[in-house]
């Protein structure tokens, strides 16, 4: 299995700075028949379900404020969000969609300093 | 705009089964696969495994391959994840996910699409 790691484990900014996240993968999750980054970000607020953020690296879901932006490519990526606000404070996990058997990093939490 | 909506909270005997169920409301299916995501309390997600309704292949992480069962009804739209042999460990929030098919064969994309969750509790 392909496996995610994730850093920091946690981290607390201060409302309207910048807090960024970083992935990284055992193997490459970039597929070359499409060029193609096979990776998701997620975000997870207490007792609801994730939310899909990111995919291929760094196209933004529908609904999705712009202050949130991925890229990367290969087995690093990075989850930026620009101008930090009070709803931002929750848990992102990145995932590869690579393989078929999907996994997940382990989470950065991210809070309000 | 589909929602997948779950089978409400259980709580089982260890060594007993549980079966969730995952309805898609206000769509089908279609040209999308179900995956199941556990989520133990204060823990991360960890992904299951899933099925393509419309080929009716199912595929399972290793680490429950020969406990877990994924099967799907594409005439009602619902998908089903059944956990045998239960321990403690089992204990956690269990979510049903849709993701895409994609235009290359065997990919698929990522989950855009998330129940609201199960919450399984194990105890004797």
């Known amino acids: ?113 | 705009q589909v929602q997948l909506v779950q089978s409400g909270a259980e709580v089982k005997k260890p060594g007993s089964s549980v079966k969730v169920s995952c309805k898609a409301s206000g769509g089908t299916f279609s040209s999308y696969a179900i995956s199941w995501v556990r989520q133990a309390p204060g823990q991360g997600l960890e992904w299951m495994g899933g099925i393509i309704p419309i080929f009716g292949t199912a595929n399972y992480a290793q680490k429950f391959q020969g406990r877990v069962t994924i099967t799907a009804d594409e005439s009602t739209s619902t998908a089903y994840m059944e956990l045998s042999s239960l321990r403690s460990e089992d204990t956690a929030v269990y979510y049903c996910a849709r993701n895409p098919l994609t235009m290359i064969v065997g990919t698929l994309g990522a989950f855009d699409i998330w129940g609201q969750g199960t919450m399984v509790t194990v105890s004797s």
């Open chain 1, 1 to 113: 299995d392909i496996v995610m790691t994730q850093s920091p484990d946690s981290l607390a900014v201060s409302l309207g700075e910048r807090a960024t996240i970083n992935c990284k993968s055992s193997q490459s999750v970039l597929y070359s028949s499409n060029n193609k980054n096979y990776l998701a970000w997620y975000q997870q607020k207490p007792g609801q379900p994730p939310k899909l953020l990111i995919y291929w690296a760094s196209t933004r879901e529908s609904g999705v404020p712009d202050r949130f932006s991925g890229s990367g490519s290969g087995t690093d990526f990075t989850l930026t969000i620009s101008s930090l606000q009070a709803e931002d404070v929750a848990v992102y996990y990145c995932q590869q969609y690579y393989s078929t058997s999907f996994t997940f990093g382990p989470g950065t939490k991210v809070d309000i300093k």
